[in-house]
């Protein structure tokens, strides 16, 4: 019933700038908490990003932090990744995710195991 479905991935040259959204679908999205993941090739899945159901607190994986940006917009079911000042080391397929389950509206994990629903991904690839 919960659906997501991520868009604007492409192919960007070192130092350029993009922005994933998600759009979601299905009951209560308001309270779920969200997050991006990434996956390049021959690598595990791993935490890029994540905000809590009520928008007031992030987090950001090492590698991304002060370049990437998480945000949503409940009213639309919309979540954003502004990803700038790019590196070929973000190159990678993405991965919107939600976690039905959050502990309270300041709640951000970063397990994979904590999320409920996935989109199907949308490629990102940064040229050096």
């Known amino acids: 019933q919960v659906q997501l479905v991520e868009s604007g991935g492409g192919l960007v040259q070192a130092g350029g700038s993009l922005r994933l959204s998600c759009a979601a679908s299905g009951r209560t999205f308001s309270r779920y908490a969200m997050g991006w993941f990434r996956q390049a090739p021959g690598k595990e899945r791993e935490f890029v990003a994540g905000?809590?159901?009520?928008?007031?607190?992030?987090y950001y994986a090492d590698s991304v932090k002060g370049r990437f940006t998480i945000s949503r917009d409940n009213a639309k079911n919309m979540v954003y990744l502004q990803m700038n000042s790019l590196k070929p080391e973000d190159t990678a397929v993405y991965y919107c995710a939600a976690d039905a389950h959050p502990a309270t509206a300041l709640q951000v994990t970063t397990t994979l195991g904590a999320y409920d629903y996935w989109g199907q991904g949308t490629q990102v690839t940064v040229s050096s």
């Open positions: 905000i809590s159901w009520s928008g007031s607190r992030t």
